[in-house]
């Protein structure tokens, strides 16, 4: 009988090893160095307890950054989210060439976000690129994408919404198709229109999926460093520099671990608070609609 339960735990002992050594153990380091002053390690670091967090809420380039963060995750979510309903809806009836169609949607989502960046970095070029060569083509003046601060963070969000428009589109593709034919019949039946099937029959049943897009969206996006350093570098300026951006500096540029340590535990927490947010309203939708 003993053996019988080792058996499932050995099973399980090579995952576990690896959580513990890949998650657990570098959340409880940074969380302890958020609390020293060091340079590299715990080899020479100096007890500061919460200082380095109060340093972080006086300091204007910290809150800078977290404004930045805070606004690329609600554009790039709620965009995401809504193009991927409304290409969900469109392609979600059966049409000539719809096997095509889907395929192509989804193309930009595979490829790695290094290609995606040197594509629109092509593209966002001033004098030669993709998009001033149709603005020129229009009779309108060129844009410095990258290079002016009033557009730079939506430029990076445009390059974000292309490449991850497909994963929300995917979710919401299959959340309309698991929906009951069955239920838009008897809507029918009943004198509903194409508007009220969509406002009351389809858009609550796909709440759970929308909740689930908005979740892995928001997570995601609240950590975007990729897109950031590869096309801007947090400039022009501090215009698109976010919180990842901002750790990223602080511990390997200004060797300053503890503080950047601080500015992680930050994020993982208001991360954590978001999942978990995300997680009771799902659960809360699932409930309703059983």
């Known amino acids: 009988m003993k053996t019988g339960r080792l058996v499932p735990l050995l099973f399980l002992a090579p995952a576990l090893f690896l959580f513990g050594l890949l ?13 020293f002053y060091t340079e590299y390690g715990f080899a020479g670091a100096s007890f500061v307890g919460l200082e380095n967090y109060a340093a972080l809420l006086g300091d204007s380039f ?18 995401e989210v809504g193009l991927g309903l409304l290409l969900a809806l469109l392609v979600s009836k059966r049409f000539p060439g719809r096997f095509v169609v889907i395929p192509t949607l989804v193309a930009p989502f595979v490829l790695s976000t290094m290609v995606v960046t040197a594509i ?11 998009l001033n060569n149709v603005l020129r083509a229009g009779g309108l003046p060129p844009v410095a994408w990258l290079f ?21 589109f995917l979710i919401l593709l299959a959340g309309l198709q ?36 908005s979740l892995l969206r928001s997570i995601d996006s609240f950590k975007i460093f990729d897109k950031v350093y590869a096309l801007t570098g947090g400039g022009p300026g501090q215009a ?38 995300y997680a009771v309203r799902i659960i809360r939708s ?5």
């Open 286 to 290: 699932e409930s309703h609609a059983g």
């Open 178 to 213: 698991s929906i009951q034919p069955e239920i838009y019949e008897a809507a029918r039946m009943d004198g509903a229109g194409p508007r009220q099937i969509l406002l009351r029959i389809t858009i609550p049943l796909l709440v759970p999926h929308i909740l689930l897009a």
């Open 62 to 79: 910290f809150r800078i950054a977290t404004w930045n963060t805070i606004f690329f995750t609600v554009v790039a979510t709620a965009s």
């Open 240 to 277: 698109t520099e976010t919180l990842s951006m901002y750790v990223y500096r602080l511990g390997f540029q200004f060797f300053d671990v503890g503080m950047a340590s601080a500015a992680a535990v930050i994020m993982i927490l208001v991360a954590g608070a978001l999942a978990a947010l």
């Open 23 to 35: 998650t657990i153990y570098p959340l409880v380091r940074v969380l302890l160095l958020s609390f």
């Open 120 to 130: 629109w970095r092509a593209w966002f070029h001033y004098d030669f690129g993709f």
């Open 148 to 168: 002016d601060p009033d557009i730079a963070m939506l430029s990076l969000v445009l390059v974000d919404v292309w490449q991850t428009v497909p994963l929300t």
